[in-house]
């Protein structure tokens, strides 16, 4: 019997409930994540078809490194570490001025997690001026005291553990500062086009992945035969597959969707359309355990492939 894929994560064992919380959120934020990528339900019916199983590699968020007030990477790594995870590997785009880190949890079947940052000290005066106009209004970060919760989960009655997911939940949804202008979201992508996706999508999903090894059919046994699956499929693809054959990791994707965002006009609410997220596709080589001696899946990430996928929200002139 094939698996679902809706709420992929729902099938991973978990041990406690810190771990269901963990999965519970997970696949609300893929559902909301689906809707918006229509790309994301053409890849599920591929894959239906195909009789093959999905699994999420992992998920990509983005922040704006600043001061005052201040944001970045550790304003998502700290509910992370709440819920088990912790940091893995850092990596640099000097020519994006971007950092990233690579979370992992101890459950291995969990997805891994992809936060990068903006550094906004590198930038230009201008662009330093339009983050500082639209963070300004940013609204607090999650408090210590759900920090406290989340970590505390295990222990909850299921009434905590569902206002405690409402919580986090909104935290990820509602955009944490105000609408920006058009004016200023145009200038800052002259830049940047992440930091111009940050200030449209605040903390909402970048991306989640398929793992290509999960599949488990010849028909999408391998990145090439995905990408051409989807391709037949009608689903714009990246031109190229980073990542040559034999190599540890393997990286695709789809185009990114365009949305309308709700940005402040002149004269109150109007609407912009800009890219929002693609869905990303990778394979993962085998590596060898020098503490064991075996083979197993290389779980990293490599800088020369990551930075080519940031290039995905490009808005498209």
Known sequence: MTKPLHAPHRHIDAADEKERFALRLFDQLWERYRERVSYVQVYERVVRECTATFVNDHIAYRTIAIQHPADGIFSLGRLFQ?????????????????ASIHFAHPNRNFPKLFVSELKTWELSNNSRRIIRRVLKSRRPPLPDDLLARVARLNDAPRAEIDRVLASVLRFFRD???????????????????????????????????ALVNSHGVPALADIEKTVDALKRAGVPMKKEIEGERGSVLRQSSTESVTLPFRVKGPRGRATLPWTYAYFEIAERGSVINSKTGRAELFEGFLGAQATHLFDMTKRQS
């Open 82 to 98: 709440a819920l088990g995870y912790s940091p893995q590997a850092c990596y640099e785009f000097p020519d994006k001025h971007l």
């Open 175 to 209: 955009l944490p500062w105000d609408r920006s202008r058009p004016a200023d979201v145009v200038a800052l992508d002259e830049e940047s086009q992440f930091g111009a996706w940050v200030l449209l999508n605040g903390y909402d999903v970048n991306h989640f992945t």
